[in-house]
């Protein structure tokens, strides 16, 4: 399989990989290998593990026995192995994430019940942000998702990407929900296109940082804590899609046991919840402050996101201040993460990838082509590759 760094440096023997169209096929149970465009790659079958571009041999994937039977189990799954995956992606503004607590869902999320809250908040957001809804804006899309996350308290909790922050509760009253739209969810500016519309309507469709004159409660308003870790976020909508159903489990399985035994990563459980950071002494000297933490990552399932024919789906952000991890400790080597700030969709992910996921995407920043759908850069524009 291929992949190409994110973005390419010019100079590096990656970004030539890149452009003279070489690829790695590997085949089940042995080493990757490289081929160059004069030599057109051998018809191997895909086995899933993903490899740098490098004439060296590479290991066989280590994988659990679990997963290897896992990934035999949804072979017949109808799942669309031809078609376009490239593109098969729809830019968006905000993706807020609703923690239930669950692992499945009615299949509209909004007309979801229990006791967590999660869907009297998601009705309450997609009244407001739905057609003819008040804040309504066909060129700022914010998608409504569930998500298996629990909540520290009775109300539910939220993350927001890729603003990568997280909103410990949430109250599902109406005064709460457009207070905390007007204030990290509509536009700072508006599309050009919404020139023609009168002041008023602009001013609703525009972000407003609550003040003592507002319309709406700041009192309402939860602390927001930025989100520091890895999210790997897994499409396992059962009540939406059997397939999405099947696999979202397994792959989140499979996620976390490679997490759990991969160095210079650290698999946080869903019961530890973002914390806001703790600030360094201005008076402490560089020498004397705590150094870069290792890296971090949360794994779960969410509801669904499109494109149901390319199962398993799945999503990976990583934090605007990522750095690389060290491969030889579990430290971090201080260097810029390529990916930081960015958000990589990944579609016909199967248990047998996570490995190959984790260490290119994940640990080295790299973009894996076979399986990509799209994606958001660190300014929010789609990402090319």
Not at 19 to 42: D, F, M, N, Q
Not at 86 to 100: D, H, I, K, N, R
Request: negative net charge; charged residues 15%; contains cysteine.
């Amino acid at each position: 399989m291929s992949y190409v760094p994110f973005p390419p440096s010019r100079s590096s023997p990656a970004f030539i990989f890149a452009i003279s169209a070489t690829v790695t096929t590997v085949l089940p149970g042995s080493v990757a290998t490289r081929t160059s465009k004069a030599e057109p790659p051998s018809p191997l079958p895909l086995r899933g593990y993903l490899s740098p571009p490098t004439t060296d041999p590479l290991p066989a994937c280590d994988c659990d026995p679990s997963v290897v039977a896992a990934t035999a189990a949804t072979a017949d799954l109808d799942i669309d192995r031809a078609g376009k995956l490239e593109g098969a992606f729809s830019p968006y503004a905000e993706q807020v994430l609703v923690c239930t607590g669950k692992d499945d869902w009615a299949s509209r999320v909004e007309e979801d019940e229990g006791a967590d809250g999660g869907g009297d908040v998601l009705r309450g957001f997609k009244a407001l942000f739905g057609r003819g809804g008040r804040f309504s804006d066909p060129f700022h899309n914010v998608s409504f998702l569930a998500s298996s996350f629990p909540s520290p308290g009775p109300h539910p909790a939220a993350y927001l990407l890729p603003s990568f922050t997280y909103i410990p509760s949430i109250d599902p009253s109406q005064d709460s929900l457009v207070s905390l739209s007007k204030s990290l969810l509509l536009p700072e500016t508006l599309h050009p296109m919404h020139a023609i519309l009168d002041p008023e309507h602009r001013s609703c469709l525009t972000r407003a940082p609550p003040s003592p004159s507002s319309s709406f409660s700041i009192s309402s308003i939860p602390d927001p804590v930025p989100v520091q870790d890895v999210m790997i976020l897994i499409c396992g909508h059962g009540g939406r899609d059997l397939r999405c159903g099947i696999l979202g489990p397994l792959l989140r399985l499979a996620f976390r046991r490679t997490l759990a035994r991969t160095q210079g990563i650290s698999l946080l459980d869903d019961d530890s919840y973002p914390q806001a950071p703790s600030q360094p002494s201005p008076s402490s000297s560089p020498s004397t402050r705590v150094p870069a933490e290792q890296m971090t990552a949360r794994v779960g399932l969410i509801s669904h996101i499109g494109g149901h024919k390319f199962a398993g789906n799945i999503i990976i952000y990583v934090p605007p201040h990522a750095t690389l991890p060290s491969p030889s400790s579990s430290s971090s080597t201080g260097l810029p993460h390529p990916l930081a700030g960015c958000s990589v969709w990944y579609g016909r992910v199967s248990p047998e990838h996570a490995e190959g996921i984790v260490r290119e995407t994940v640990l080295a920043g790299n973009v894996v082509r076979e399986h990509f759908r799209g994606g958001l850069d660190a300014e929010r524009k789609l990402m090319r590759i």
